[in-house]
């Protein structure tokens, strides 16, 4: 199967500051990314999502920022709380690439109360 | 948001036997959904395509003699782990697109244990 990477970095931040996780993705010709939650023992939630043609895209609380040329991908959570601690993965899609979504490497967040 | 569940959550069995795990779209057709692996600390891995009223699609290194998917309707995908092994303990995840492509459901995952 298709991975990006495996074992997952750990990102640990004070309870109200700002969380900013990271993302390489693998295929220059996704055109369509998203950023999932994981939490222990459950399916992914997913969480906000960008096209290829923007750069930026700005939900509550969360921003996602996609630059194209180093194929990064970053996902910023604002205030962040004990409730977001969780895994997040960036996925990617491609419109030539069917319906398929793979999952990068994921990110596990600790937020300290 | 469109619902997808699994059954079962959680399942253990003896190694050499055969589980088979349901993914069901609640309240929305798919005529495609995807099976995912994921081992502990590690990312979600793509299976397979399942499609519905054909045969389904298998990423590369995944043995379809192993890993049997049956879409035999709009709702429902299952996967059999046939003669299952330790290493095949893992979570194993669903997800189908409603009327979006893009807009992929996930369900709960199942936690499969070979003994």
């Known amino acids: 199967g298709e991975s990006v990477g495996l074992h997952l970095p750990t990102l640990s931040v004070q309870e109200g500051d700002n969380s900013i996780i990271n993302c390489a993705y693998s295929n220059s010709a996704s055109d369509y990314f998203i950023w999932y939650k994981q939490e222990s023992g459950k399916g992914p939630q997913f969480i906000i999502d960008?096209?290829?043609?923007?750069d930026k895209r700005q939900g509550q609380r969360v921003t996602v920022l996609l630059n194209k040329t180093v194929k990064h991908l970053s996902l910023q959570i604002a205030a962040t709380q004990p409730g977001d601690s969780a895994v997040y993965f960036c996925a990617e899609k491609s419109s030539t690439g069917g319906f398929k979504t793979i999952f990068g490497a994921g990110t596990r967040l600790f937020v300290k109360a | 948001g469109a619902v997808v569940s699994q059954h079962p959550s959680r399942v253990i069995c003896k190694s050499g036997t055969s589980v088979k795990i349901e993914c069901r779209s609640l309240d929305f057709q798919a005529t495609t959904m995807f099976w995912y692996r994921q081992f502990p600390k590690q990312s979600l891995m793509l299976m397979a395509t399942?499609?519905?009223?054909?045969?389904?699609?298998?990423e590369q290194g995944v043995e379809k003699d192993k890993f049997l998917i049956n879409h035999a309707s709009l709702t429902l995908s299952t996967l059999t782990v046939t003669s299952a092994h330790p290493e095949d303990s893992s979570f194993y995840i669903c997800?189908?697109?409603?009327?979006?492509?893009?807009?992929?459901?996930f369900g709960p995952g199942t936690r499969l244990t070979v003994l």
């Open positions: 997800s189908a697109p409603d009327r979006d492509p893009d807009t992929q459901y």
């Open positions: 399942s499609n519905e009223g054909s045969k389904a699609t298998y």
């Open positions: 960008i096209r290829s043609n923007m």
